[in-house]
């Protein structure tokens, strides 16, 4: 240790700890002794972090003191299975970065009801080939509209309908059997109104009340209201919510019944500290942080990425290095580029979506051009070493158009002008478009705009069957497919969202349902329709050919080791409509080419040659080789993954 300060508090703290745990201490040996190596490895991070949030407090020590026995406390209840899990990553910390590894993402209510009968459904996920599950929120909330799951009454209890914690521990072993990976989400921006903190901040139980932001005064709000946007124009109006049991004004930035927490308390990084590691002895791998751009509030600015905000993820992140350190974070932070990125790190977030691509892929697909998918990701693709992108077409979540303006002005695109086009053509309102989107939290005030939809509605499908036109769906497929091809072979993991892989259509029976019918984004939530697996091996369906063909694709992948790790090479080769890109990886290398143009592109076979320094390639999804002394012609939408020949 260098820091002494840090040095001083561990020698004030650490005697108490160990009288504290005298029990743990004699019962558990080998896990005290890896508590306290891990402890003395974390402990300069640990205090400096927490000295830097809360230098202004008297009690720090006691904070201090009470965060490391919840670690110790947590890591004594853990299962000697997760230890060995925990080990064993501990050893090869880049498991992730295999090309093995494809996520996909469900809500289990949707998919199969409930967590028994989703073990039954393990087979699906093996034939398929995912390694990584990602099950949406389903903890306790609050009865009516819960925001999907992000309204959390409680972090110890499931929604009852889909099972019990120790529901979800036993799926978690099955899991880990099939070597899948289990991903929750850690909802710790905010609570529902009906938890128990909340219940008694309403009953004016001060310790409570200073859980979140509560004002009495409506003029202190208007100080914050200044400098905030708003989050869902279309609920309401502002980030406050009067709350008539508690005769005050909360701190609400996405629903009413969202309370956000204060963690200017250092109780509260401790409450929910604990909380995160109940979750994680359930036998959680990844946690899935949401809305961290938003978990410190600051007057004067707009509450979003403040540098607080970061510390706070990287206490966490320390905190899990002592009790797992093979846990990994994921960071939802759907806000600019250039503020994503920041994140990303071993010592925040190891995992981040990739909504830039997401976005742009969409974008690329609206204008059958790559330029400005081209400039934005030459840019941010490169993270720092141990983490990676998580690459997604769609998931619970809507489409924002979350591009660099400048990016947009340095190719001669008005963003603002842009965006609304990409709202049109999406929403099926610009002449010609394929698309069957529906808007999310349109603002008649500024213009702005998110998008609702499923894959294949969004891709022209759900178009292309309503007009019965063969050669439109022949088109619809192939986006659908390109696509995919994409996700499945950039530098990242790639993620579905699972029944995409069926083509399902946009579910407009949403409105019937009261709690579902103010939030278009449950269009694109459909119950999983499993009489599409009466026969898997159909291909003359439209819904099974799909499926087969994204099954294939993830079966490719896993043969192709460039397709590990996150390294990218963008390629130009002078044209428009062409994405491409080289994989590399330990030796191994793929040269990717996407058209993304309805059109036939014809070209010069000698950028081949130079780019994938190779004069002949085999395509490894049709077989097909390349000479580099002819023309290559690329029917529309069609990809390519060349190796050498």
């Known amino acids: 240790m260098t820091n002494k300060q840090a040095i001083l508090a561990y020698k004030r703290i650490f005697p108490n700890i160990e009288?504290?745990?005298?029990?743990?201490?004699?019962?558990?040996?080998?896990?005290?002794?890896?508590?306290?190596?891990?402890?003395?490895?974390?402990?300069?991070?640990?205090?400096?972090?927490?000295?830097?949030?809360?230098?202004?407090?008297?009690?720090?020590?006691?904070?201090?003191?009470?965060?490391?026995?919840?670690?110790?406390?947590?890591?004594?209840?853990?299962?000697?299975?997760?230890?060995?899990?925990?080990?064993?990553?501990?050893?090869?910390?880049d498991w992730f970065q295999d090309n093995s590894i494809v996520g996909g993402a469900l809500y289990v209510n949707l998919f199969s009801e409930n967590l028994k009968k989703l073990t039954k459904k393990i087979p699906y996920f093996k034939e398929l080939g995912i390694t990584y599950l990602h099950l949406m929120p389903m903890f306790a909330v609050k009865p009516g509209e819960n925001d999907g799951g992000y309204a959390v009454s409680s972090y110890r209890a499931l929604n009852p309908e889909i099972g019990t914690i120790d529901d979800l521990k036993e799926f978690s072993k099955a899991l880990h059997k099939q070597n899948i990976v289990l991903v929750l989400d850690f909802i710790f921006n905010h609570t529902a109104d009906?938890?128990?903190w909340a219940q008694k901040a309403k009953a004016n139980n001060p310790e409570f009340m200073d859980y979140y932001y509560m004002f009495k005064n409506k003029e202190e709000t208007y100080k914050y209201e200044a400098t905030l946007r708003e989050i869902f124009p279309t609920v309401?109006?502002?980030?406050?919510?009067?709350?008539?049991?508690?005769?005050?004004?909360?701190?609400?930035?996405?629903?009413?019944?969202?309370?956000?927490?204060?963690?200017?308390?250092?109780?509260?990084?401790?409450?929910?500290?604990?909380?995160?590691?109940?979750?994680?002895?359930?036998?959680?791998?990844?946690l899935r942080l949401d809305a961290v751009a938003f978990i410190w509030?600051?007057?004067?600015?707009?509450?979003?990425?403040?540098?607080?905000?970061?510390?706070?993820?990287?206490?966490?992140?320390?905190?899990?290095?002592?009790?797992?350190?093979?846990?990994?974070?994921?960071?939802?932070?759907?806000?600019?580029?250039?503020?994503?990125?920041?994140?990303?790190?071993?010592?925040?977030?190891?995992?981040?979506y990739n909504p830039l691509l997401m976005s742009l892929l969409w974008e690329s697909l609206a204008t059958r051009k790559v330029s400005l998918l081209v400039k934005s990701i030459s840019k941010r693709h490169t993270l720092p070493d141990g983490c990676s992108w998580c690459n997604y077409l769609r998931c619970h979540d809507d489409i924002g158009w979350t591009f660099d303006d400048d990016d947009a002005w340095s190719l001669g695109i008005n963003p603002q002008d842009h965006r609304r086009f990409l709202n049109k053509f999406y929403t099926g309102e610009f002449e010609g478009s394929f698309a069957r989107g529906i808007p999310f939290q349109a603002n008649a005030e500024t213009g702005d705009m998110r998008i609702s939809g499923t894959l294949a509605s969004l891709a022209g499908l759900e178009e292309a069957l309503s007009s019965g036109d063969s050669l439109k769906k022949q088109m619809a497929i192939k986006r659908i497919i390109l696509l995919n091809s994409v996700i499945l072979s950039f530098g990242g993991i790639p993620l579905l969202y699972l029944g995409e892989e069926w083509g399902i259509l946009n579910d407009y029976d949403y409105v019937s349902d009261p709690a579902k019918k103010n939030d278009s984004r449950w269009i694109h939530r459909p119950k999983f329709n499993w009489e599409y697996l009466a026969d898997i091996n159909d291909n003359s369906d439209i819904h099974h050919k799909i499926f087969n063909s994204i099954k294939a694709l993830i079966a490719k992948r896993k043969e192709l080791k460039a397709l590990s790790g996150t390294d990218i090479e963008i390629v130009d080769l002078n044209n428009e409509h062409l994405f491409s890109y080289i994989r590399t990886f330990e030796g191994y290398r793929l040269f990717i080419i996407c058209n993304f143009s309805d059109s036939t592109v014809v070209i010069n076979e000698n950028k081949i040659r130079t780019a994938g320094l190779a004069r002949s390639f085999k395509d490894c999804i049709s077989g097909m080789v390349i000479h580099t002394d002819n023309k290559l012609t690329i029917a529309p939408y069609q990809y390519l993954w060349l190796e050498r020949s």
């Open 19 to 93: 009288l504290k745990l005298k029990d743990f201490k004699e019962t558990s040996p080998n896990k005290w002794n890896q508590f306290c190596a891990r402890l003395i490895q974390e402990w300069d991070a640990l205090f400096v972090r927490l000295l830097s949030l809360y230098s202004d407090r008297i009690d720090l020590y006691y904070h201090l003191e009470n965060i490391v026995l919840a670690i110790a406390k947590a890591l004594e209840e853990r299962d000697e299975s997760l230890l060995e899990l925990d080990k064993k990553r501990y050893y090869n910390p």
């Open 194 to 196: 009906d938890h128990i």
């Open 236 to 286: 309401r109006k502002g980030n406050f919510t009067w709350v008539e049991d508690a005769n005050c004004w909360v701190w609400t930035t996405f629903n009413s019944f969202q309370w956000d927490l204060k963690y200017k308390n250092p109780q509260v990084f401790t409450a929910m500290l604990e909380e995160m590691l109940f979750i994680l002895n359930q036998g959680v791998d990844v």
């Open 297 to 352: 509030k600051q007057l004067g600015t707009n509450c979003e990425n403040l540098p607080q905000a970061h510390t706070i993820i990287q206490l966490f992140n320390t905190c899990v290095k002592i009790f797992a350190p093979g846990i990994l974070f994921k960071s939802e932070a759907i806000v600019h580029p250039d503020q994503i990125i920041k994140y990303i790190s071993n010592r925040e977030c190891q995992l981040s």
